[in-house]
T-cell receptor
Framework: SQQGEEDPQALSIQEGENATMNCSYKTSINNLQWYRQNSGRGLVHLILIRSNEREKHSGRLRVTLDTSKKSSSLLITASRAADTASYFCATEPINTGTASKLTFGTGTRLQVTL | GAVVSQHPSRVICKSGTSVKIECRSLDFQATTMFWYRQFPKQSLMLMATSNEGSKATYEQGVEKDKFLINHASLTLSTLTVTSAHPEDSSFYIC???????????FGNGTRLTVT
């Protein structure tokens, strides 16, 4: 399977704490993306980092990418109860043609409690 | 922002019947749409890539005669689960690409229950 692995599978933290999720993948990539999924809903795109980038920020999100280790991390700072969701990394391998054929990781279920 | 509408959100059907799920891009044209299947607490598994005006490309292990995909226009793709069985019960999600190399926009998914 080419599916990426994420860890931890589940993470429970208190509001205000930081949450870090890690993603490892297997193939060379064009970019890596992080998505969020609320229970029973579709996915929402959070951030995209290209293979030639090492770090990217968006609001309370910080993403790193290490292509030599084929790994990425997503940091959510000052977490809120509304951040409770599942988070997936997704990779776009090189040479996929004209369509963004993404491979999704196994996901991290984040629970933020008050 | 780009919106993808997926309908229905929930459907319950009897074994042996067929179910059609629609995926529409509301404010952009999508030459490519993707269909996924997701089991509880698991990741998304790509089923097929739907290309406007041509046949869908199915992933290995996905029965094309079982999961019929039609992408008749730049804003609509449909997935029909034919002769549904209880093992087809799952969460089906579509996504659309507004332009090459841009993030995907996802529908809210369809919860299919086959009794």
């Amino acid at each position: 399977s080419q599916q990426g692995e994420e860890d931890p599978q589940a993470l429970s933290i208190q509001e205000g704490e930081n949450a870090t999720m890690n993603c490892s993948y297997k193939t060379s990539i064009n970019n890596l993306q992080w998505y969020r999924q609320n229970s029973g809903r579709g996915l929402v795109h959070l951030i995209l980092i290209r293979s030639n980038e090492r770090e990217k920020h968006s609001g309370r999100l910080r993403v790193t990418l290490d292509t030599s280790k084929k790994s990425s991390s997503l940091l959510i700072t000052a977490s809120r109860a509304a951040d409770t969701a599942s988070y997936f990394c997704a990779t776009e391998p090189i040479n996929t043609g004209t369509a963004s054929k993404l491979t999704f990781g196994t996901g991290t279920r984040l629970q933020v409690t008050l | 922002g780009a919106v993808v509408s997926q309908h229905p959100s929930r459907v319950i059907c009897k074994s042996g019947t067929s179910v059609k799920i629609e995926c529409r891009s509301l404010d952009f044209q999508a030459t490519t749409m993707f269909w996924y299947r997701q089991f509880p607490k698991q990741s998304l598994m790509l089923m097929a890539t739907s290309n406007e005006g041509s046949k869908a490309t199915y992933e290995q292990g996905v029965e094309k005669d079982k999961f019929l995909i039609n992408h008749a226009s730049l804003t609509l793709s449909t997935l029909t689960v034919t002769s549904a069985h209880p093992e087809d019960s799952s969460f089906y999600i579509c996504s659309a690409e507004s332009s090459y190399n841009s993030p995907l926009h996802f529908g809210n998914g369809t919860r299919l229950t086959v009794t």
